[in-house]
Each structure stands twice: as structure tokens, then as C-alpha cells.
């Protein structure tokens, strides 16, 4: 079977909001792109599971895998749970064109075997504090994309987004990067038109 869909990996620490990023985008994108999404949690399908009562996914195009151990090792070093479980659903639905891979909650230096997703983007939050950027780590330098989630929390939790836009720059260089609240969906048409453009290679009203 010849592929025709992209791979989109979507990693970061527990509680980022990659699950949110992914609700939000299938809700945006599934009218006019064949979606399906995996899954992955340490011990229980709780991702899967609110992505089928929240998303406007059908059940059988969102997959949940249960990896028993540590996240980063089921996304890199032994992705072969996570690679069957894409080719069931791509068989299951020829006319896929997007599978996004969340990953399970992990550190800063998650990454994903290129055998598993062609490309990446990376969540963090600004509740995490401003620090986050300069950390460093390949989910900050070496993700395809950066997502900086829940801007509306930084007067609470008195996170500089000025200075995290400095440090997320020299971090990463020309990488692209995006500032989001995704409970107000705010950024979320940058992250579309990203995906557009550099996971779909389409030409879009920005970068026509």
C-alpha cells in the first residue's frame, strides 16, 4: 500500500494541553481532511477515550495504546506499538490523509522515531513558568514545531511572555514557533496553516 498521509507527532509534559491541541484541530480540519489520531497512555485510554466523547471524530478513527512503561521508549527507541496501530487505521480508512501520534506525557527531551512521524511539534505551557524555553532539551530545539500553551495564565503564575519569546527564538533559531490559548482558540489558525504548509505542503493564504 503505497502512503499518501502525513504523520504528525505531538509530544510534551503531562498536562500541556496536546490532547486540547488535537480536539481543537480535528474539530477545524476533519471537514475537509480524512483524520484519525493515536493515542498514548502509560496504564489506561483516558486521551482516547475524551477524544471520542469530545472530538468530532468518528470512534473507530481515534485509537488508544497503552504503552506499560515509559512514554519516550514507545514514540522512539520501540515505536512498533504505536506503528501498528497507525496501519490499522490507515487500513481501516483508505482515504486518510492525517494521522496525528500523541505521545504520552513526557520530559523535555521526548522525541519520535522517524519510522513514526514525519513530522513534530512540541507543547508546552506557560504555567510550567517562563523558564520553559531556556531549558532546552530536543522538544524545545529540535521539534518541527513549538507550541507555548495557555497565555491567559501568565499574569497568574507571573511568567514573562516577552522574555519567553526572546528565549524561545535563540533556542531555536529559524524553528518555527507559535503562542497559543487553546481554550479560546487563539493561535490555533497559525498551527492549521503550519500544517498546511509545511506537513501537507500546501500553498496558504499566508505563505502563498
Do not use: Q
Request: hydrophobic share 40%; aromatic share 6%; net charge negative.
Amino acid at each position: 500500500m503505497s502512503k499518501k498521509h502525513v504523520r504528525i507527532g505531538v509530544a510534551g509534559p503531562v498536562g500541556s494541553g496536546k490532547t486540547a491541541l488535537i480536539e481543537r484541530l480535528t474539530r477545524k480540519m476533519s471537514e475537509a481532511y480524512s483524520i484519525c489520531v493515536v493515542t498514548n497512555d502509560v496504564y489506561t485510554r483516558e486521551d482516547a477515550d475524551f477524544l471520542t466523547k469530545n472530538s468530532c471524530l468518528p470512534a473507530d478513527r481515534i485509537m488508544g495504546v497503552e504503552t506499560g512503561g515509559c512514554p519516550h521508549t514507545a514514540i522512539r527507541e520501540d515505536a512498533s506499538m504505536n506503528i501498528e496501530a497507525v496501519e490499522e487505521l490507515v487500513e481501516r480508512h483508505p482515504d486518510t490523509e492525517i494521522v496525528f501520534v500523541e505521545s504520552g506525557g513526557d520530559n523535555l527531551s521526548a522525541t519520535f522515531s522517524p519510522d513514526l512521524a514525519d513530522v513534530t511539534i512540541f507543547v508546552i505551557d506557560v504555567a510550567e513558568g517562563d523558564k520553559m524555553p531556556r531549558k532546552g532539551g530536543p522538544g524545545i530545539t529540535k521539534s518541527d514545531l513549538l507550541i507555548i500553551n495557555k497565555t491567559d495564565l501568565a499574569p497568574y503564575v507571573n511568567a514573562d511572555l516577552d522574555m519567553m519569546d526572546r528565549d524561545t527564538k535563540r533556542m531555536r533559531g529559524e524553528r518555527p514557533y507559535i503562542f497559543t490559548n487553546l481554550m479560546k482558540l487563539e493561535g490555533l489558525d497559525d498551527v492549521i496553516n503550519w500544517i498546511k504548509t509545511y506537513a501537507l505542503l500546501e500553498k496558504t493564504e499566508a505563505h502563498a
